[in-house]
């Protein structure tokens, strides 16, 4: 985990924003360095996706209708890895020949625009990160996933599925890479087994010996294709077709969050403050999951990213029309996030300083997961995993 502050940093990079296509999507996102000694967490929402059809002399920029793009990258080791992946993804992505391709099937609009180059910055170091990148198309939702940064769909269903040293397959692939797990960490010292950067892990020679030299051939190294790497970038692809008049909201997180929270009770909490407690506006929604994970006693850096859909309005109409006929039983006003802050500072208050005040409480809400408490503090990787079939790519 590293070093830890005397006290967590709880201030906030919050943002928020929209589609601007008929389908009216909403996003909130929040990040707060916590208890950590940097903040290594970087991020993605980009609401208007491209390609760049790219010629001898200039690019073309063919612009995706209804395609949008979110992602949650965490670092380790350093910074670089995760803000380089945070700020250039995109740029990447929008060259590659078959997202290309993609886009030209779906091309409704194209710009011609002259050649930039971002420069990359050599200074790597040996940092890492996890990626989790979710894809939003007018008719699938689309994750690629590599380490241990999660996506989850409001039923719930995990979009994406951890990558941990000791699992059977992520072992198997280090050990025929020359390497070996202890302590649930790659070589005793990594806590994922996939991501990007990472390379003291990464270009692992085999064969050839480096005095032999009869044998020019032979003092070439052969190295693992980055699949069969120790540590491998290749994510797992899940695609989830949308119902329109279903689909609620999907969050993208680092494993600050889930390091205390499971699935479904990040779920659970999420419908509380939203439909519950009638919050709408997503980047407090985004700020009060790291608030109630910190409470929980996540030591983390600490992203979550909340993407309303369609159905989303649907299930608020619902709640307000349930939650109306509570109120007038209790006369109780419902505040959202800012009232849930002011009962955490006069929870502080009335401690004075025991320590018993202010703490965050995942309440059931009376809302459709609720008997998922039971286990509360039970976050086994197992316990919120809901029978899908997803298509891999």
Not at 321 to 332: E, G, I, V
Request: hydrophobic fraction near 30%.
């Amino acid at each position: 985990m590293g070093n830890l502050l005397g006290s967590p940093i709880t201030e906030k990079e919050t943002h928020t924003g929209e589609t601007t296509g008929d389908e009216k999507l909403k996003y909130g996102l929040s990040s707060m360095q916590g208890w950590r000694v940097h903040m290594e967490d970087a991020h993605i929402a980009e609401v208007n996706l491209y390609a760049l059809d790219t010629t001898k002399n200039a690019e073309t920029q063919i612009k995706l209708q209804g395609h949008s793009l979110f992602a949650c990258y965490d670092g380790h080791g350093g910074t670089f890895a995760a803000i380089y992946a945070g700020n250039n993804f995109l740029r990447i992505l929008s060259k590659q020949r078959k997202f290309v391709e993609y886009a030209k099937l779906c091309a409704t609009e194209t710009t011609t625009t002259t050649e930039i180059n971002a420069p990359i910055d050599d200074e790597s170091g040996d940092s890492g990160t996890t990626a989790c990148v979710v894809m939003i198309t007018p008719d699938s939702i689309v994750c690629a996933n590599a380490g241990d940064s999660r996506a989850v769909f409001a039923r719930p269903i995990p979009l994406s599925f951890d990558h941990k040293p000791e699992d059977e397959e992520e072992t198997l692939r280090i050990r025929t890479a020359g390497g070996y797990v202890a302590g649930g960490r790659v070589e005793g010292d990594l806590a994922v087994s996939r991501g990007l950067g990472d390379f003291r892990f990464k270009q692992m020679p085999i064969g050839g010996d480096d005095n032999d030299s009869d044998d020019s051939d032979s003092e070439k190294p052969i190295l693992f294709s980055p699949g069969k790497q120790k540590v491998s970038p290749i994510p797992d692809v899940i695609v989830h077709t949308r119902q329109h008049s279903k689909d609620e909201y999907i969050i993208v997180a680092c494993d600050g969050i889930w390091d205390v929270v499971s699935n479904i009770q990040c779920i659970h909490e999420i419908d509380t403050i939203m439909y519950t407690e009638g919050e709408k506006d997503l980047g407090l929604v985004s700020e009060e999951i790291l608030d109630s994970c910190l409470q929980f006693g996540s030591k983390d850096n600490m992203t979550a990213i909340v993407i309303q859909l369609p159905a989303c309005e649907l299930a608020y109409n619902d709640a307000k029309n349930t939650k109306n006929d509570r109120a007038s039983k209790t006369n109780k006003k419902q505040e959202g996030v800012l009232g849930r802050r002011r009962e955490r500072t006069e929870g502080d208050a009335a401690a004075n300083g025991t320590g018993d005040g202010g703490t965050t409480n995942l309440t059931d809400g009376g809302n459709r997961y609720a008997d998922a408490f039971d286990t509360a503090n039970d976050n086994d990787d197992d316990d919120d995993d809901v029978d899908v079939e997803p298509k891999y790519m």
